[in-house]
Nanobody
């Protein structure tokens, strides 16, 4: 099992920045990659960004490219999401997730989520 705990959410004005953290514990050696997802009220959960646990290969949703940066610190078992130039449409609950296999279509482990609110 892998446990994930997010932190760093909050209220920020449009154009501002926030950094989310996701600390992993447990069987972290089994992780292939970790991702960030978000879910806004009344909308489905959507992919934001992901990073492979070894090698640090990253991927992003088109809506956040150039504004968000995902990074990882293997020594601390922590993944970060630096969010710049935030927009009101970025308002959502942000979830951290971990996947064990690169061929899996779904993520195996999820955090509890952290609220990000961007005011206009």
């Amino acid at each position: 099992q892998v446990q994930l705990v997010e932190s760093g959410g909050g209220l920020v004005q449009a154009g501002g920045s926030l950094r989310l953290s996701c600390a992993a514990s447990g069987r972290t050696f089994s992780i292939y990659d970790m991702g960030w997802f978000r879910q806004a009220p009344g909308k489905e959960r959507e992919f934001v960004a992901a990073i492979t646990w070894s090698g640090g290969r990253t991927s992003y949703a088109d809506s956040v490219k150039g504004r968000f940066t995902i990074s990882g610190d293997n020594a601390k078992n922590t993944v970060y999401l630096q969010m710049n130039s935030l927009k009101p449409e970025d308002t959502a609950v942000y979830y951290c997730a971990a996947r064990r296999y690169n061929y899996a279509k779904t993520y195996d482990y999820w955090g509890q989520g952290t609220q990000v609110t961007v005011s206009s």
